[in-house]
């Protein structure tokens, strides 16, 4: 018999702020949801979600948010 299979999915994704203007750290994003290579006002985002054969529905289990202009921020 074979263990519970548990699927994790980690998904790079962002927040666009076309319009921001004062928003802390704003940097200039490719927007992923783009068919060409469009670049906005925006933030980085890293979200991770655990499917189990158990549950019907996906269970977080990482949410950030980050800024690349921030200070101390290393690529």
Partial sequence: M???KVISIFDDNDI???YG???EDLDTI???SA???T???G???C???VLSKNTKQPIPVYNKVYFCKSKGWLV
Wanted: net charge positive; aromatic share 12%; no cysteine.
């Fill in 2 to 4: 074979l263990p519970n």
């Fill in 16 to 18: 666009t702020k076309i």
């Fill in 21 to 23: 203007k004062k928003f």
């Fill in 30 to 32: 490719r927007v992923a």
């Fill in 35 to 37: 068919i060409n290579d």
């Fill in 39 to 41: 670049y906005v006002l």
């Fill in 43 to 45: 933030y980085h985002i």
């Fill in 47 to 49: 979200n991770a979600v």
